[in-house]
């Protein structure tokens, strides 16, 4: 599924080299050539008039979110059993973060762990780039540890969206950040109409995250207990190892009767966020 939305952004490259025959131009080397030098005005005007509308949309730079630092097990049998750490509360907790971290879509457990940052994305289209892609002026929180997705705002990106939609349309949707594109056309919107550009933009696919409800933790309950394999990862504070949780280490001063306290170049008053991914057992 995820592979086949990324295939969808990403589908120029074949339609771009029939365009190419159709017209009989070298729009490849063409498009090249303008975007590394724009200025280029000796092109005959004969050029000039006949748009290259091509959209060619290439992964410029993938976002590989980070591996969590440690994992750990919630045993769902433990649930308020007197002894162990496993709560209904902690249990609700961890499944709203695993909720979040899923899209819907055909495989057999009706869900698949998101391969990148999930956001809500506020947009404004600006230029339809074929096959329900867009350019969009939007906005999103940053997402991910230490947010590696940074914030946008007001922000143009490329949007794949799930249904058609028309230029001037506002919206929102659950974006999955996929990762920084370069994107190759021709700006239909002012002040830029008739321009050749590579923008390099932060792209998003639009998808829907499973339902952070009763029923969805009934369900997912039931799947864990029939054996599906199941994990959410979250930011969780823990003691510093290094310094125990005091916030400082000690260090024996000659002469004195005190040792010397240095501040923990690893914490935070002894508090240390570390991203944890806990593995759901019956
Ligand atoms: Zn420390």
């Known amino acids: 599924?995820?592979?086949?939305?990324?295939?969808?952004?990403?589908?120029?490259?074949?339609?771009?080299?029939?365009?190419?025959?159709?017209?009989?131009?070298?729009?490849?080397?063409?498009?090249?050539?303008?975007?590394?030098?724009?200025?280029?005005?000796?092109?005959?005007?004969?050029?000039?008039?006949?748009?290259?509308?091509?959209?060619?949309?290439?992964?410029?730079?993938?976002?590989?979110?980070?591996?969590?630092?440690?994992?750990r097990t919630f045993q769902l049998s433990k649930v308020n059993k007197l002894g162990f750490t496993e709560t209904s509360k902690e249990l609700q907790r961890l499944?709203?973060?695993?909720?979040?971290?899923?899209?819907?879509?055909?495989?057999?457990?009706?869900?698949?762990?998101?391969?990148?940052?999930?956001?809500?994305?506020?947009?404004?289209?600006?230029?339809?780039?074929?096959?329900?892609?867009?350019?969009?002026?939007?906005?999103w929180p940053a997402a991910g540890p230490n947010d590696v997705l940074a914030a946008g705002a007001d922000t143009m990106a490329v949007l794949l969206l799930e249904k058609p939609a028309k230029v001037g349309d506002t919206g929102k949707i659950t974006g999955m950040h996929v990762g920084t594109v370069a994107l190759l056309f021709t700006a239909t919107y002012s002040p830029l109409v008739g321009k050749r550009l590579t923008l390099r933009r932060e792209a998003f696919v639009e998808c829907a995250t499973l339902e952070d409800s009763q029923t969805g933790l009934q369900k997912f309950v039931e799947a864990v207990n029939a054996g599906a394999e199941m994990s959410a990862t979250t930011n969780e504070q823990i003691t510093c190892k290094k310094c125990g949780g005091l916030g400082f280490t000690r260090e024996a001063e000659k002469g004195k009767l005190l040792d010397k306290r240095i501040p923990c170049a690893e914490c935070v008053s002894g508090k240390v966020i570390i991203s944890v991914e806990t593995k759901f057992a019956p």
């Open 95 to 139: 499944y709203s973060a695993f909720a979040t971290q899923r899209i819907i879509d055909g495989s057999p457990s009706g869900s698949s762990k998101a391969t990148g940052y999930l956001a809500t994305v506020n947009y404004a289209l600006v230029q339809d780039l074929g096959d329900n892609r867009f350019l969009a002026k939007a906005a």
């Open 1 to 71: 599924m995820i592979n086949r939305l990324l295939l969808v952004l990403l589908a120029t490259a074949a339609v771009v080299s029939a365009q190419t025959t159709a017209f009989g131009t070298k729009a490849t080397a063409n498009a090249t050539a303008e975007t590394t030098t724009p200025a280029t005005k000796g092109a005959s005007k004969a050029l000039e008039e006949e748009v290259d509308n091509t959209v060619i949309i290439t992964p410029f730079r993938t976002l590989t979110p980070p591996e969590a630092k440690t994992s």
